[in-house]
Nanobody, 122 residues
Framework: QVQVVESGGGLVQAGGSLRLACAAS????????MGWFRQTPGKEREFVAA????????YYADSVKGRFTISRDNGKNAVYLQMNSLKPEDTAVYSC???????????????WGQGTQVTVSS
């Protein structure tokens, strides 16, 4: 089993940057696909980015491609989301998720963090 805890959210002006971190517990962290999702009130959870267990493959939603970068450090049981050129429409609660197979759908992930708020002001 894996437990994940996000950190790094906050308030930033449009055009600014934030780095989210996800700390995971469990000795098998390196075997899990890690994903970031986001959600705003009244909307369904949206895929943002995912990274394979080795870090060799990454996947991004079209809306963040070229601005966000997902990475992981298996030695530290951590995954990161570097967010640059932030826009007001990026405002959401960002959640980290883990699964042995993963994917771009929320239902593909078994383990979730509590989420961290990101607010981008115009």
């Amino acid at each position: 089993q894996v437990q994940v805890v996000e950190s790094g959210g906050g308030l930033v002006q449009a055009g600014g940057s934030l780095r989210l971190a996800c700390a995971a517990s469990g000795r098998t962290f390196s075997r899990y696909v890690m994903g970031w999702f986001r959600q705003t009130p009244g909307k369904e959870r949206e895929f943002v980015a995912a990274i394979t267990w080795s870090g060799g493959s990454t996947y991004y939603a079209d809306s963040v491609k070229g601005r966000f970068t997902i990475s992981r450090d298996n030695g530290k049981n951590a995954v990161y989301l570097q967010m640059n050129s932030l826009k007001p429409e990026d405002t959401a609660v960002y959640s980290c998720a883990a699964d042995q197979t993963g994917g771009i759908l929320p239902d593909a992930y078994d383990y979730w963090g509590q989420g961290t708020q990101v607010t981008v002001s115009s």
